[in-house]
């Protein structure tokens, strides 16, 4: 099982950037899909960002595209995500996610943004 840590949230004014950061540990060979989740209280969580291991496509949700970047260390074992533009709605726990090709699903314990207005 591959254990996952996120860090690099916290609180920006609207307009500003992070970037987060997921580090793996343990067995990755068999990473199928590497996510980036997003919710807040009383919602879905929700896909934000995908990387697939096999080719290096990536996809956004339609709310942060040409904002927000996936991309991976493959060297370091780490997943980021770039947030550019954030808006008030982008608050919410962010969430790393590896899906391996027999669907076995790892989560991290999610890091907190908030943007305030």
């Known amino acids: 099982q591959v254990q996952l840590v996120e860090s690099g949230g916290g609180l920006v004014q609207s307009g500003g950037s992070l970037r987060l950061s997921c580090a793996a540990s343990?067995?990755?060979?068999?990473?199928?899909?590497r996510n980036w989740y997003r919710q807040v209280p009383g919602k879905e969580r929700e896909l934000v960002a995908s990387?697939?291991?096999?080719?290096?496509?990536?996809s956004l949700a339609d709310a942060v595209k040409g904002r927000f970047t996936i991309s991976g260390d493959n060297s370091k074992n780490t997943l980021y995500l770039q947030m550019t533009s954030l808006k008030p709605e982008d608050t919410a726990v962010y969430y790393c996610?590896?899906?391996?090709?027999?669907?076995?699903?790892?989560w991290g314990q999610g890091t907190q943004v908030t943007v305030s207005s």
């Open positions: 996610n590896f899906r391996t090709y027999d669907s076995r699903i790892s």
């Open positions: 343990g067995p990755t060979s068999d990473i199928y899909t």
């Open positions: 990387i697939k291991s096999t080719d290096g496509s990536i």
